[in-house]
């Protein structure tokens, strides 16, 4: 498979070689996948022997990088992505200390495949189509359990109906999420931008269990 070689130095030394390729905006490492992949190796959410899939994987830079982690990673995105998503995971098992793998999951479809719910959840810049959104947040609701733990980066984009979708996003997720915004001086040192956004997420508990809801805060703790 042609295309363009992106490398992503990793902090314990060697680089992800992740492929682009031209054929969508899922072929290619956007910087709030960068932003994301490399907070995690910040270590404030702990990954090591931990169930994460990640949505909308694209090159699969965010999941690759937590399988680099220790993590037992599921990519999943469309069928057409999975060529790419394998040739970039042979690329990078060497540096894999968890496992990963990937799987076709088409947002608002069955996720019983997916089951148990996993420990995270990773997702960069899937907020940008508004058909999408609930498909999205149903799968996100169907996914996970009361101590999953979600990750959402992405960019705050001001063109067009950007600002609309990013809002109505956020609004649709508050029904039964709750959510924390990661301060910017927690995000890596150098991947930071004050325009890109990572949102810690968990399901809120329901009324009438007789516990109050779940904070983000938590996120992490489990």
């Not at 990793?10 to 905006?25: H, K, N």
């Not at 709030?32 to 490399?38: I, P, S």
């Not at 270590?43 to 022997?49: C, K, Q």
Request: charged letters at 25%; a negative charge.
């Amino acid at each position: 498979m042609s295309g363009f070689v992106r490398e992503l130095e990793l902090r314990s030394g060697p680089s992800l070689r992740l492929l682009q390729r031209s054929g969508g905006v899922g072929c290619v490492v956007w910087d709030a996948a960068l932003v994301l992949a490399k907070f995690l190796e910040t270590g404030s959410f702990p990954l090591s022997r931990r169930a994460v899939l990640e949505l909308g994987s694209g090159t699969g830079a965010v999941g690759i990088m937590a399988a680099t982690l220790g993590a037992d990673v599921t990519l999943t995105d469309l069928q057409e992505l999975q060529e790419l998503l394998a040739v970039n995971i042979d690329n990078n098992r060497h540096l894999v200390t968890g496992s990963v793998r990937a799987e076709v999951l088409k947002w608002g479809q069955d996720v019983s495949g997916f089951r148990p719910p996993p420990d995270y959840i990773l997702m960069a810049d899937c907020i940008y189509y508004e058909e999408s959104l609930e498909p999205l947040l149903k799968t996100l609701r169907e996914l996970t359990g009361p101590d999953t733990c979600v990750l959402c980066c992405y960019e705050q984009r001001t063109e067009g109906r950007n600002p609309e979708i990013e809002r109505r996003y956020l609004e649709l997720l508050q029904v039964d999420f709750e959510l924390e915004r990661v301060p910017l001086d927690q995000h890596d040192e150098q991947f930071r931008s004050e325009d890109i956004h990572i949102l810690s997420i968990r399901r809120k508990t329901k009324v009438g269990d007789g516990a109050p809801c779940a904070s983000a805060s938590a996120c992490g703790q489990h």
